[in-house]
Nanobody, 125 residues
């Protein structure tokens, strides 16, 4: 039973920082592609950061170089460190994983099979 549980969202001022966490269980954490996907109201899903089993990382142009994805393999936790947050970053942020093994990171939301419930990030003055 795959479970992905996000935490760390909240309200932050423009220019501020947040770190999102995703506690994963029920699958081989180190072998599957994982990433963070966000969705603002009325907008499409946007893959913002991803990591492959190789450690290869990919970022959306919209968040470079402000976001950093990382993982703690010993604890099965995926992180997203967000800095210099902008109003446009306001969205529900989801942790997601693929059912297939993936060596290289990829950003396409439709490739993910497992999703967390999401954590809300709101950037406002």
């Amino acid at each position: 039973d795959v479970q992905l549980v996000e935490s760390g969202g909240g309200l932050v001022q423009p220019g501020g920082s947040l770190r999102l966490s995703c506690a994963a269980s029920g699958f081989e954490f180190g072998a599957h592609g994982m990433g963070w996907v966000r969705q603002a109201p009325g907008k499409a899903l946007e893959g913002v950061a991803a990591i492959g089993s190789s450690g290869n990382i990919a970022y959306a142009d919209s968040v470079k170089p402000r976001f950093t994805i990382s993982k703690d393999s010993a604890k099965n936790i995926l992180y997203l460190q967000m800095q210099k947050l902008q109003l446009e970053d306001t969205a529900m942020y989801y942790c997601a994983a693929e059912s297939t093994l993936r060596y290289w990171a990829q950003l396409q939301p439709d490739k993910y099979d497992y999703w967390g419930q999401g954590t809300q990030v709101t950037v406002s003055s």
